[in-house]
Nanobody, 118 residues
């Protein structure tokens, strides 16, 4: 099982971004999928999760972030607007996945760098 995140890059303050993360490889079922981010020297922080059609957001991110999921493609998206330099971080996707012979466990993507310039 692999998670491949994409969509990171250099963004202007005030702009928006859309990250994608695709799960692949012998998947039996995908449960929750979510996004986190991490700044060097700080703990990884949770942004949002989507499972069974229900989305949850970190309180400070509500209204600025939307998580979406394409269940047929095992893909999760993160849309963020009103970017500011404080959003600069490595963004990671996580998914709880069961595969053939392996019960459900968490998998992490490799991370995609988002840099916001003022």
């Amino acid at each position: 099982v692999q998670l491949q995140a994409s969509g990171g890059g250099l963004f202007q303050a005030g702009g928006s971004l859309r990250l994608s993360c695709v799960a692949s490889g012998g998947i039996f079922a995908v449960q929750g999928m979510g996004w986190y981010r991490q700044v060097p020297g700080k703990q990884r922080e949770w942004i949002a999760t989507i499972a069974s059609g229900t989305s949850r957001y970190e309180e400070s991110m509500k209204g600025r972030v939307t998580i979406r999921r394409d269940y047929a493609k095992n893909t999760v998206y993160l849309e963020m607007n009103g970017l500011n330099v404080g959003d600069t971080a490595v963004y990671y996707c996580k998914a709880t996945i069961s595969s053939e012979g392996v019960r459900a466990r968490d998998y992490w993507g490799q991370g995609t760098q988002v840099t916001v310039s003022s």
